[in-house]
Nanobody, 123 residues
């Protein structure tokens, strides 16, 4: 059974940094497609970072250069380092995963996610 538990959220002033962590269990972190999603009030859930089994990462333009996704295979953990945060980054953040396609590619249409953790950035 897939379990994803986020930690590390909180409140920070604009320009600050936060590091989110996700403890994963029930699957092999090294073999699955993983990522972070966020949802702000009144907005649709959106992907903010993804990492494939081969280590390839992807970010939307809105966070590129500010967010960094990484995984610790030995500790079954996923991380998201967020720098230079702005009030527009305020949202509930979710750790997510999906099994890879045949051949190992990732379509990044995540099917499992955690309970989420709040990130609030004040101006």
């Amino acid at each position: 059974q897939v379990q994803l538990v986020e930690s590390g959220g909180g409140s920070v002033q604009a320009g600050g940094s936060l590091r989110l962590s996700c403890a994963a269990s029930g699957f092999t972190v090294s073999s699955f497609c993983m990522g972070w999603l966020r949802q702000a009030p009144g907005k649709e859930r959106e992907g903010v970072a993804a990492i494939d089994p081969d280590g390839t990462t992807a970010y939307p333009d809105s966070v590129k250069g500010r967010f960094t996704i990484s995984k610790d295979i030995m500790k079954h953990m996923l991380h998201l380092k967020m720098n230079n945060l702005t009030p527009e980054d305020t949202a509930m953040y979710y750790c997510a995963t999906v099994s890879p396609l045949k051949g190992g590619a990732c379509n990044r249409h995540f099917t499992e996610w955690g309970q989420g953790i709040q990130v609030t950035v004040s101006s």
